[in-house]
């Protein structure tokens, strides 16, 4: 009954940041691998960013890295992906997941739209 709640999306100017947080319940989510992924409309869902099995980070490209943060508070059972520096071509919709020993589940998505 794990599942995966993200808030933190929104529209925001080019320039500007935005923080998503992924709140796991039913689970403690630092047991499971952790992270992101994004889809913009018409295109793949793609990896951003998120934990392995060995607790660290991994990335999709330094154009990425180089904008975003990964973290996460053990405490409150969620993981966050703090975007800096937006381009309107970091539209898109932001998913996280965690990766159970029955398989991957997925949050419901959360909207990042940027504007010139």
């Known amino acids: 009954q794990v599942q995966l709640v993200e808030l933190g999306g929104g529209l925001v100017q080019a320039g500007g940041s935005l923080t998503l947080s992924c709140a796991v319940s039913?689970?403690?989510?630092?047991?499971?691998?952790t992270g992101w992924f994004r889809q913009a409309p018409g295109k793949e869902r793609d990896f951003v960013a998120g934990y392995n099995l060995k607790d660290a980070e991994v990335w999709n490209g330094d154009s990425v890295k180089d904008r975003f943060t990964l973290f996460r508070n053990n405490a409150k059972n969620t993981v966050y992906l703090h975007i800096g520096s937006l381009k309107p071509e970091d539209t898109a919709v932001y998913y996280c997941?965690?990766?159970?020993?029955?398989?991957?589940?997925w949050g419901q998505g959360t909207q990042v739209t940027v504007s010139s």
């Open positions: 997941y965690a990766d159970l020993s029955i398989g991957r589940i």
């Open positions: 039913g689970g403690t989510f630092s047991r499971f691998p």
